[in-house]
């Protein structure tokens, strides 16, 4: 892991435009600002990348450069870029070399790069495993945690959802009902069994379990209920009240 005074490694990647960006080149001509994030077009990135753009003239005042870096792809970095008017480059690391570079990692058991590992330690997460996108049930709860969601950012939560679905069908599962939290693909349940979230119906339907992570990144509370997802939400406001007591 690159920590505090270790000099900056210089790399090769291309942005946006498909233009090649050496970093060497930019070392030394100005304080670079170089923030690694999950996924293009994702709430939280979506948020950081606006907030950069809000304030990239203040940053420009101060000297600096801004780069964004994930793994997507040119063609999706211009989409990002294009649908939220951002002013800096944002470089294409596909196949995650200068992540590995930086040794920049990853957390909720490799589900998730880089950004996120400020979550763990940082805020208390809300994990909520679900059985599908855009059944009535999951929609009702990924709705109820939707609408509650300013309540658990000012209680220092930060809520993730959990299934099995493709990055495909989470996006337009988000996007169909304006979920404002990030939602995590476990294609193949790896994570779920990890978790020994149990099934349903002699094993037909995958549990619909809730977990509590604490700042100290110890699982504090746990709510188990197939049949009652908005119980989930209030649950968890439970759990979190009372670790805030």
């Given at each position: 892991m690159i920590k505090v005074d270790d000099y900056c490694p210089g790399f090769k990647l291309l942005n946006q435009d498909s233009m090649s960006?050496?970093?060497?080149?930019?070392?030394?001509?100005s304080i670079i600002i170089l923030f690694f994030y999950p996924k293009d077009d994702t709430p939280g990135c979506t948020k950081e990348?606006?907030?950069?753009?809000?304030?990239?003239?203040?940053?420009?005042?101060?000297?600096?450069?801004?780069?964004?870096?994930?793994?997507?792809?040119?063609k999706s970095h211009k989409k990002f870029a294009n649908n939220h008017q951002l002013p800096f480059d944002l470089l294409s690391d596909e196949g995650g070399k200068i992540r590995k570079l930086f040794a920049v990692p990853t957390n909720l058991f490799g589900l998730i790069p880089g950004r996120v590992t400020e979550k763990l330690g940082n805020s208390i997460i809300i994990l909520f495993f679900y059985p599908k996108d855009d059944t009535p049930g999951c929609t009702k709860e990924a709705c109820r945690f939707r609408d509650t969601h300013q309540?658990?950012?000012?209680?220092?939560?930060?809520?993730?959802?959990?299934?099995?679905?493709?990055?495909?069908?989470?996006?337009k599962f988000a996007a169909n009902h304006q979920l404002p939290f990030?939602?995590?693909?476990?294609?193949?349940?790896?994570?779920?069994?990890?978790?020994?979230?149990?099934?349903?119906?002699f094993g037909l339907i995958p549990g619909r379990v809730t977990y509590i992570i604490g700042k100290d990144k110890k699982i504090h509370g746990i709510y188990n209920s197939q049949t009652d997802p908005i119980g989930h939400v209030s649950k968890a406001l439970e759990f979190v009240k009372q670790l805030a007591v």
């Open positions: 960006i050496d970093m060497s080149e930019q070392l030394g001509n990348a606006c907030r950069f753009r809000d304030t990239h003239q203040d940053f420009q005042d101060l000297g600096c450069t801004v780069f964004g870096i994930s793994s997507d792809s040119t309540d658990f950012q000012d209680l220092g939560c930060t809520v993730f959802g959990i299934s099995s679905d493709s990055t495909k069908s989470h996006k990030d939602l995590l693909s476990d294609e193949g349940g790896k994570i779920r069994k990890l978790f020994a979230v149990p099934t349903n119906l």
